[in-house]
């Protein structure tokens, strides 16, 4: 199983609602990442996961909140979201180690109305 | 500072056509560098990547790339495209930072036409 799998695939929320993106992996990667993507750029990096531990944090707005339960699993928590936070929010995974493929989910396509 | 630099925005070539995506990355030590390939509205699959050893690496769907350190490139080719490579392409540099941080490049849009 080399699969990362996001979900929801699609999420329309208000700004005062309070929602979740989540990313399962069982490949038994020890890192895991949270990227955000506008339309026509590059994925940008939100959040480091080594060994289920917060290991980068790129100044990402505390609106954004991630969670790691356990060694397969990464939540993304979102509050009071504002319409320029709209993106594709993709998870990745890896084993940790240096120079070592980095595997993609297909995203959540996140609409901040 | 790491950095991807990737001069082609867009690029359209026709079916059979051999392609060429350029991509030069600023990086202090031996990089490790990667292409991934994007289609619309999904995530990133990597094609290939280069760590040491033989400067010519082949990847999946016919793809290669050659790393050419005196001249800080990494350029993604195919001999022949086919439709099915229509996409966004993003060449990548993974730091030194704990957790393999990968530095992406703007983006090469390919368009193939018939």
């Known amino acids: 199983d080399t699969e990362v799998t996001q979900t929801p695939k699609h999420l329309v929320m208000g700004m005062t609602n309070k929602k979740s993106l989540k990313c399962e992996q069982h490949?038994?990667?020890?890192?895991m990442y949270w990227y955000k993507q506008k339309a026509k750029k590059p994925p940008e990096l939100m959040f480091v996961?080594?060994?289920?531990?917060?290991?980068i944090n790129e100044s990402v707005p505390s609106r954004f909140s991630p969670e790691c339960p356990n060694s397969s699993l990464l939540n993304l928590h979102l509050h009071a979201l504002q319409p320029e936070d709209s993106a594709l929010y993709l998870c990745?995974?890896?084993?940790?180690?240096?120079?070592?493929?980095?595997?993609f989910g297909q995203g959540t396509r996140l609409t901040v109305v | 500072a790491q950095s991807v630099t990737q001069p082609d925005i867009h690029i359209t070539v026709s079916e059979g056509a051999s392609l060429e995506l350029r991509c030069n990355y600023s990086?202090?030590?031996?990089?490790?560098l990667f292409w991934y390939v994007q289609s619309p509205g999904q995530g990133l699959q990597l094609l290939l990547k280069y760590f040491s050893g033989d400067t010519l690496v082949q990847g999946i769907k016919g793809f290669e790339a050659e790393f050419k350190r005196s001249q800080s490139s990494f350029n993604l080719r195919k001999p022949s495209v086919h439709w099915s490579d229509a996409a966004e392409y993003f060449c990548?540099?993974?730091?030194?930072?704990?957790?393999?941080?990968?530095?992406f490049g703007q983006g090469t849009e390919l368009s193939v036409k018939p």
């Open positions: 990548a540099v993974e730091t030194l930072s704990q957790g393999g941080k990968l530095i």
């Open positions: 490949m038994g990667h020890r890192a």
């Open positions: 996961y080594s060994y289920e531990k917060l290991s």
């Open positions: 990745a995974s890896s084993q940790g180690d240096r120079g070592l493929e980095a595997f």
């Open positions: 990086y202090g030590a031996t990089p490790y």
